[in-house]
């Protein structure tokens, strides 16, 4: 959360299906943080009428191949849909997101590649290239 929060978005929500959790979260993100952003914890059914220009999915569902109880009204006009699991093609996360007209789409790909590297670099002192690794990993998602 804190990377995102130094971005400084307009505000960040975090959303789970225990909407104490998302408030725990929303809470300690709020401390940890060095602006002003706002920060909200809510629960899926608080997302109605609510429309995003990121909208980033953390769940586990995608992993059982389900779909998180999440409205596609709240993907808003240009926005990014990234799900930080990947596989062979679009998520459930994704099929939403781009039945709801997004055409930014990513998944945990990158992110994965990244984390290899991180860690390679922190056992080894040396930062391998990624690209060719995300390249050769990346399936069309379509």
Not at 13 to 40: D, F
Not at 66 to 79: I, W, Y
Not at 124 to 139: E, F, N, Y
């Amino acid at each position: 959360m804190l990377p995102i929060l130094a971005e400084h978005p307009s505000e960040l929500v975090i959303v789970n299906r225990t909407v104490a959790k998302a408030q725990e979260l929303a809470a300690l993100a709020h401390q940890h943080q060095t602006g002003q952003v706002p920060v909200q914890g809510l629960g899926y059914a608080d997302l109605q009428g609510q429309m995003f220009d990121v909208v980033l999915n953390a769940s586990s569902s995608s992993l059982m191949a389900e779909l998180p109880p999440l409205p596609a009204s709240v993907f808003g006009p240009g926005c990014l849909a990234y799900d930080l699991t990947y596989g062979k093609g679009l998520t459930p996360f994704l099929k939403l997101a781009q039945q709801a007209g997004v055409t930014r789409l990513a998944d945990g790909v990158g992110m994965l590649a990244e984390q290899a590297a991180e860690a390679f670099e922190w056992w080894r002192g040396i930062r391998p290239d990624t690209a060719a690794v995300i390249q050769k990993l990346t399936v069309p998602l379509v």
